[in-house]
């Protein structure tokens, strides 16, 4: 059984850098499928950030220039660093992964990241 | 920029049916539509891929199409418990690129 859990630091000053990790269990994240972060700002939609897929990294065009992903295999971790946050990157964070047919079939349940100023 | 439309709320009653629609703007709706329930505080849940398949587990009575550019997702024999958020989304081979549309609130009156 797959699950994912992520871990966030709850609260980010604006203009700083947003780091939040998602353990994955029950498969390794280098054996295939596309791993990624989707987040879900308040009162709005879901918007995906980005996915990794056995070393290789796929960004969303509009986050790109302040989007980071990586795994660790050692640890079967996906990380996703944001940087210069500001309000509007307040949101839930989730990870989550890709099952074939390419829709997202396992989740995370989140991590609320609230900017500050 | 690429996005999907839906429509910010929808409502039936129960025992009705209701159909909500994701309309591509930029982006070629194909054959890697999935739908997405998700209650208030709870992560999303796939409950169609591929257009219309269902994963296991998931109630006949959610049912997916697509015509032209536009998917639609159906819910049947609406219950209270369908009251959620749902999200469509569109996956392209081409770029690999998930694209989300921006979510229709459901309402069972």
């Known amino acids: 059984q797959v699950q994912l859990q992520e871990s966030g630091p709850g609260l980010v000053k604006s203009s700083e850098t947003l780091s939040v990790t998602c353990d994955v269990s029950g498969y390794p994240i280098i054996n295939g499928f596309y791993w990624g972060w989707i987040r879900r700002p308040p009162g709005k939609g879901l918007e995906w950030l980005g996915s990794?897929?056995?070393?290789?990294?796929y960004y969303n065009p509009y986050f790109k220039s302040r989007v980071s992903i990586s795994g660790d295999r050692s640890k079967n971790q996906v990380s996703l660093t944001l940087t210069a946050v500001t309000a509007a990157d307040t949101a839930t964070y989730f990870c989550a992964r890709v099952g074939s047919g390419f829709p997202w079939d396992y989740w995370g349940r989140g991590t609320l990241v609230t900017v500050f100023s | 920029q690429s996005s999907l439309t839906q429509p910010a709320s929808v409502s039936g009653s129960p025992g009705q049916s209701v159909t909500m629609s994701c309309t591509g703007v930029?982006?070629?709706?194909?054959?890697?539509v999935s739908w997405y329930r998700q209650y208030p505080g709870e992560a999303p849940k796939l409950i169609i891929y591929?257009?219309?398949k269902r994963p296991s587990g998931v109630s006949g009575r959610f049912s997916g199409s697509k015509s032209g550019n536009t998917a639609s997702l159906t819910i049947s024999g609406l219950q209270t418990e369908d009251e959620a958020d749902y999200h469509c989304c569109s996956y392209s081979s081409k770029d690999t690129y998930w694209v989300f549309g921006g979510g229709t609130k459901l309402t069972v009156l």
């Open positions: 930029n982006i070629d709706v194909g054959f890697f």
């Open positions: 591929e257009v219309h």
């Open positions: 990794f897929y056995r070393g290789d990294v």
